[in-house]
């Protein structure tokens, strides 16, 4: 069964608003999870990493302002997207290690959110 | 330069048939290789996970391989059936990163 829920699995939001998208681990703990975006037909690009506890760590190009990740608790990831635009339409997924190393560990993807940004 | 790169891009093969897929890859070091299927509009799945030290793991008609020297893993699909269409992704693990390749897109027509 799916151990990562992500929600909302679609969003449609007019441009100019926020945005927001959760990951929650299910029967686990996860310190960290990987937020991605995935145009079509592409392959998953890391956006960031998030953190619990911490400040989440952006990959080269994502604006960390735009893009805000909050990881309050060991089961669960927000992003945030702000002041969203078309271009920011996208699939955006999540995943979280189950297990102590964050890339050695199995590694579980929540379903994924559609976002259209109109 | 960490790369995985996977062949072909897309694929397409009649229902009942068997196919392989290919991932070479350049990461170093590396910490494992596994293979994800995603079906369009949803989030990878897991199929096998492999370690330096092993050769093979099978996943019901999912058979995965490791060549760790030459650096290149197959995924084998055996009877293919409707529902294994799908993109399949090659994903390379050091200690510090994760690197996924494009994928494969099969399609299974009846």
């Known amino acids: 069964g799916a151990v990562v829920s992500q929600h909302p699995s679609w969003v449609i939001c007019k441009s100019g608003t926020s945005v927001k998208i959760e990951c929650r681990s299910l029967d686990f703990q996860a310190t960290t999870m990987f937020w991605y975006r995935q145009f079509p037909k592409q392959s998953l690009m890391l956006m960031a990493t998030?953190?619990?506890?911490?400040?989440?760590?952006?990959e080269q190009g994502v604006e960390k302002d735009k893009f805000l990740i909050n990881h309050a608790s060991l089961t669960l990831s927000t992003l945030t997207v702000t002041s969203a635009h078309p271009e920011d339409s996208s699939f955006y997924i999540c995943?979280?290690?189950?297990?102590?190393?964050?890339?050695?560990?199995?590694?579980?993807f929540g379903n994924g959110t559609r976002l259209t940004v109109t | 330069k960490n790369q995985v790169e996977q062949s072909p891009q897309s694929l397409i093969i009649l229902e009942g048939k068997n196919c392989t897929l290919q991932c070479n890859y350049t990461v170093s070091p590396f910490s494992n290789l596994r293979w994800y299927k995603q079906d369009t509009g949803r989030g990878p799945v897991s199929l096998t996970i492999m370690t330096f030290s092993e050769n093979t793991k099978s996943n019901g008609r999912y058979t995965a391989t490791l060549d760790a020297d030459t650096k290149q893993s197959s995924l084998h699909i055996t009877a293919s059936q409707l529902s294994d269409s799908a993109s399949y992704i090659c994903v390379v693990t050091r200690d510090d990163k994760i690197i996924f390749g494009k994928g494969t897109r099969l399609h299974i027509l009846p």
């Open positions: 998030s953190n619990e506890g911490s400040k989440a760590t952006y």
């Open positions: 995943s979280a290690p189950q297990g102590t190393s964050s890339y050695n560990s199995p590694l579980h």
